[in-house]
């Protein structure tokens, strides 16, 4: 990308990010509907002012208003017949005047008692009248009634069903048809346990006779548990799209709205849609939402939560496994469900959704890489073994990172180099080639980074070194080195995890040894080699002294129906053994690392030399300078 602050010509970025994506799929095409006629209320405003204006300029009488002066005027001069006394007006006809002959005149009446005599006396014909006021006053009701009538049905009908004042009790719920879901589990890769335990819930819905032949039961409720961004949302619509069964998803959050029994009533609605669809499936995100434990709001008052998980702990209970509905729900805290949730009878199995392996990792990878542009150097398994702790969504977000990256380039595939991008945007942030170091703190970031990369390079268990840069990223990331595990790991011995202490060490030995002096360029590295010191003695036991105790309890939500639990249950003189213990922990590591780089001190110069001339360096390069790879030609670029 360009620095010097201009935008780059991109003009054709769109194109290539959909020939990357591949074709569209023209079944999409196909059943697209056409746009929908477009209505607005200022149609009906336009057209009540419309009507006025008709009904005042040629609907109504053509009347002059006179004063009552002139009036009296035309009755002394006898030009005035017909007269209709009101209450409140006077209305007539004038005679006899050349400008305005027969035209209707009216007036407004006024307290005169002699009116009558004079009419009398000119002998002009008059006469009362009593106007009923029945139209005017039921127009004048049923005219804007109707306008607001015409208002508040738009207003509802652009709400949508679902959305109007008396329909708070209903659920919220999104209903796909059979045909609608199109997720199958050749969609879902990565979690190959999890779809298994799922295959029963499959085959009940599909064939449920199959079970009950046998006496069998199948679960009521299954309870998807895992990390965010597993698919444990993805996995339930595979499950509905397997099962071509109507498939009703809706968040736990939806259920709970400002009014007191909403909560309660959507839990019955939804329940009773269900039945009449059946065979179907419910699925409940983020159920903890709904479903926390009863009793964990210390402050009292508001219960509606509690209220609305009453109803459906009463509608699970009542469910008959035999009409066909299975419930599903997702959650990533399962441990502060109500327990009443996770009983046998309503959420009876619960499923683990895990990080995938390297193997789940690489079969993802495939899965989102499907409709990209691939390179033919792009090795799927590499950059699988580079991505160890990614879930699904992440993978997915690091090929379309990618494929931006590629097309942002201008290339006609997506490469290895740009795969290698992506992994360094996504882990460690955008990349800010602007910001200015001075040299001084450059050459500090540079030792520092080399530090840790020769630790890292020099013990024995801790993981190979990929990249060492000095590139500012993220928030506050000046440099880093990447290490590339060999493989998944799930267990971490003792020798392990004092390696990975004195690696996150070498950053702070590589600045004392050759400045003399400390920076706050470490404060991350020393707060992660406490809380690895501080596992080992208090929770693994790893400390001869103290013996084969823990002394960490697990952890659990602040606010338990129980109380508070205590967060020590030890006392303060083996407080002061564990801190000792840590401190020497973390000592030994200390001059440990001290004795591998004074060793290594000219590859320390070296490599943070080369670091600050050309700021990325790869680990081959380091694995050469220190003899461990056989170099074919000495580099040219090395500074003694």
């Known amino acids: 990308m360009p620095s010097n602050g201009k935008k780059e010509p991109d003009e054709n970025l769109k194109d290539k990010i959909r020939s990357f994506l591949g074709p569209q799929d023209p079944q999409k095409k196909k059943d697209a509907l056409p746009p929908k006629a ?53 209305t007539g006809m004038l005679i006899g005047k050349e400008k305005k002959p027969g035209e209707e005149f ?52 652009k709400m949508g069903p679902g959305m109007g004042v008396m329909s708070f009790g209903k659920s919220k719920a999104k209903i796909f048809a059979e045909n609608e879901t199109r997720v199958t589990f050749v969609d879902v890769a990565g979690i190959d346990e999890a779809k298994e335990e799922l295959q029963e819930v499959v085959e009940f819905l599909s064939n449920p006779g199959r079970f009950q032949k046998l006496g069998g039961r199948i679960p009521k409720g299954v309870l998807l548990v895992g990390p965010p961004g597993t698919g444990k949302t993805l996995l339930a619509r595979a499950v509905a799209g397997e099962a071509k069964v109507p498939f009703f998803s809706i968040s736990g959050s939806e259920f709970v709205e400002m009014f007191v029994g909403v909560g309660a009533a959507r839990v019955r609605d939804l329940f009773s849609q269900a039945t009449s669809q059946a065979p179907c499936i419910i699925f409940i995100d983020e159920l903890d939402a709904l479903g926390k434990a009863r009793g964990m709001n210390v402050m009292g008052g508001h ?31 399962p441990e502060i469900l109500d327990p009443a949730l996770l009983r046998p009878g309503r959420f009876d199995r619960q499923v683990l959704v895990d990080r995938p392996d390297i193997n789940g990792r690489e079969a993802i990878l495939k899965i989102h890489s499907k409709n990209v542009l691939l390179s033919p150097e792009v090795d799927l398994r590499k950059v699988a073994g580079r991505t160890p702790g990614f879930v699904g969504a992440d993978l997915a977000n690091l090929v379309n990172e990618a494929a931006l ?119 991350n590295d020393l707060q992660r080699a406490t809380d690895i010191a501080r596992s080992m003695v208090t929770e693994y036991s790893m400390s001869d002294s103290l013996g084969l105790a823990t002394y960490e309890r697990p952890r659990q939500p602040m606010f ?81």
């Open 106 to 157: 009216t007036t407004v009446r006024v307290n005169d008692p002699d009116l009558v005599k004079d009419l009398d006396e000119h002998k002009i014909s008059y006469s009362g009248h009593y106007e009923s006021k029945f139209l005017s006053t039921a127009l004048s009701w049923i005219i804007p009634i109707g306008i607001f009538f015409l208002i508040w049905w738009f207003a509802i009908k």
């Open 38 to 90: 477009h209505f607005s209320i200022w149609y009906i405003l336009i057209a009540f002012l419309l009507f006025t204006y008709l009904q005042q300029y040629f609907l109504s009488r053509k009347m002059e208003t006179i004063p009552y002066s002139q009036f009296k005027q035309y009755l002394a001069e006898g030009t005035v017949s017909k007269l209709i006394i009101s209450p409140e007006n006077i």
């Open 560 to 640: 338990l129906p129980q109380g508070f639990a205590p967060n020590k249950t030890y006392s303060e003189k083996k407080a002061a053994q564990i801190d000792d213990e840590v401190t020497r922990v973390i000592e030994e590591a200390h001059q440990r690392v001290r004795g591998i780089l004074s060793a290594h001190r000219n590859v320390l110069d070296n490599l943070a030399h080369l670091l600050s001339q050309e700021e990325i360096v790869q680990g081959e390069e380091l694995r050469k300078m220190l003899g461990k790879i056989p170099a074919e030609t000495s580099p040219a670029r090395l500074v003694s």
């Open 303 to 333: 219960d509606e939560q509690e209220q609305t998980l009453n109803q459906l702990l009463v509608e699970m209970d009542g469910f008959e496994t035999n009409k066909g509905v299975i419930i599903m729900a997702a959650t990533n805290r």
């Open 405 to 523: 990256l590629a097309a942002r380039k201008n290339k006609d595939r997506v490469g290895s180099a740009d795969f290698d991008e992506a992994i360094d945007r996504v882990v460690g942030g955008l990349q800010k080639k602007n910001r200015v170091m001075n040299p001084q703190e450059k050459e500090i970031v540079a030792f520092h980074e080399s530090g840790h990369a020769i630790v890292a390079e020099s013990v024995e268990h801790a993981d190979p070194v990929h990249k060492i840069s000095i590139i500012p990223r993220g928030i506050a990331a000046l440099g880093y080195t990447q290490q590339q595990p060999t493989e998944d790991r799930y267990l971490m011995t003792r020798s392990e995890l004092l390696d990975r202490l004195a690696v996150l060490l070498g950053g702070r030995v590589a600045e004392e040894q050759v400045f003399g002096e400390i920076s706050t360029g470490a404060q």
